[in-house]
Structures are given as structure tokens and as C-alpha cells.
């Protein structure tokens, strides 16, 4: 059998009757990981089911657009309520995530609760905590993955239009509008589904990429004019400092894409973003073709993700000290980097 078969055989049997249910999602959740726990929070609760989703912590502006975001508890800021629901929980969905460790200040809760756990996710390495596990590094994205799981269930006709917009929501994020290697006819397949139940691309994607404040337009003059381009490493470096975010303003998700300029130069592989944060110095990887950020980011960073895509919270405390690790080590792989 195939494993979403298998998945979806260990869904409906923990689910005879209406069950209390909870959806999580990584730390700082972006567009796939809030659109496939709305999405999946809809479907169930028109299934019966009492639905909460918990994230770990906020998620950007221009996001909140999704039905059901009013409803989401934000575990930082209402971690009684939200440990409550989790050990209540018949069943935990974890989406857009592998491991515990992704869920931030929620590990320790997921940990402890009892409820029968399912996860879906694409992301590389997956660790063995789950009841069943629908994981495949091949999908775009988490929402594809709930689109097929969607059409496994048979439940193509629960998808309102609200349901497809969030799932088409994270196709087009985490695919970078259709441009990345993962994006294949399936995933096209999907996103045909979702127009014909009514979601107009024009409108979703100007709700998604016209809403930004101006300061962000500024941070990026600030970090393409600071860019580091190492020729001999077809690598590009991208970092804002402290003081840009104190100068010129700073929220969250604001420096959405902005590793992916890097990448459009010409005769480039690499792109790295790093920049200091709330929790330490955040990194973001991204290569053209072959070169691994996953294996990069989580051997030397602490990190993790896909081939094309990872991202780490530095384990060093100093933007200088990441950025002169970072530099060494591109160079110590400078054989496998294609140019
Ligand atoms: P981003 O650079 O957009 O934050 O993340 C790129 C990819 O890497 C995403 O799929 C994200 O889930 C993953 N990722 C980001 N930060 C981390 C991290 O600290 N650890 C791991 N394992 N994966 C991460
Ligand atoms: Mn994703």
C-alpha cells in the first residue's frame, strides 16, 4: 500500500466519531504552515470534529487575511489555555514540521500529551515520534500534501472556497509562485482544483505581496547595497544588522524572499541570509541546483529543511562570528558547489 494510503487508514480509525483535535505548526509559521492548518482545520471540523489550531508563535500581517485566523491560539501568548487544549487532545496533527524540536516553546507539551499523533510534512530527516507519518520530500509543499490527502479522503467536495484559498495559499509560498524545482504537474494539478472552486490567483497573490510597509522596501536597499558576492564560491552573502531594524523598522515576516534575491544573480548557486532576531541570529539557505542547504545548515548550523531550501538559528551568539563561520565553510565545500 501506498504511505498515503496507509496515512489515511490511521486517520479514519482514530476518527470513528467527533474527536477533539488539534493542528500545530512550526515556529514562526509562514504561508504553507498557516495555510495547511487552516485548511485541514476547516475540512475537519465540517467532518464533526472540534477543531483547535495552536501555533507556536505569531505569524506575519499578511497572512491574517485566512478564514479562521481569528481563531488560532498563539502558544507564547496564551500558553495556559494552550497547554490545556493539548493535553485534552484525542489527536495532534503536526504540519509542516518533523521534529519536536521545530515546535519551540511547544516541545515540551506535545511532549507530554497523550494524544494519538499524525504528522504531514515534507521537509528531509523525519523523526520518529508520530502514530503515522505522511512524509514526502518530493511534495512542494505541506498544502499539496493536504491537497492529496484531501482527494484520499474523499473529501473533494468540503473544499470551500476559504479551504482553497489557505492550501493555495502555500503552494504559491513555499514554490516561490510556481519558479522552484518542486513545483511539478501535480503540484499544477492542485492549484487547477483550487480555481475551480473559486480561487482567483490575482487577488490571493496581490493580499500576499502588496501589503508591505515601506520599511520593508528599505531593509532590502539596505541589504542588496551590503550584499557579498564570492565569485570563486558562486555564493552570494546577505545580512542586515541590529541597527537596520532600530533605524528602519522592523515585524514580523517582513524579510519574506529576501535570501531569494541572491539568487537571480547571474552564475550563482548559493544564497545566504543571516541577521539578528528575538531568538538569537537567524539564517536562511538557498541553492539553485545541486549544492544541499539542509546538509550545510544542519551540520554546521544547527539547521535544517530541504536541498534547495533550509533555514537555522545560528549556535554562534554574533552576526560577525556566523558570517566569518559561514564564509569558511562554503569554502571547505567549495568542490561540491557547481559554478
Ligand atoms: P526559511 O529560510 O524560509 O526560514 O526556511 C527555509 C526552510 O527551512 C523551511 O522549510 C523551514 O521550515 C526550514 N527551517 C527554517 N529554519 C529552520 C531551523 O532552524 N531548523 C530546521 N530544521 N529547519 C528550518
Ligand atoms: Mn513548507
Redesign the pocket.
Known sequence: MQKLELFTQAVREALPEPKNIVITN?I?P?GDAVGSALALAALLQSEGHQVQVIMPNDYAANLKWLEGSDQVFIFARQQAQSEQTLAMADVIFHL??N?LK?SGPMQEALEKASATKFVIDH?QQPEDFADALYSDTTMSSTCEMIYHFTVAMGWQSKVSLAVAEAIYLGLVTDTGNFRFASTTSATHQAAAFLLEKGVNPGTLTSRIYDSNPPARLRLLSRMLNRMEVQEELSAVILSLEAKDFEELGYEKGILEGF?NYGLSLQGIEISVLAYPGAEGVKM??RSKTTFDVNTF??TYFN????TN?????SPYKTLEETLSHLRKHLKDHQDEIPS
Do not use: I, M, P
Request: net charge neutral; charged share 20%.
Open positions: 512550526h514562526n509562514d509542516d514540521y521534529s521545530r521537509h535570501v536562511s539557505f545548515a544542519r539547521g535544517g529543511g530541504h531550501a533550509a533555514g537555522a538559528l
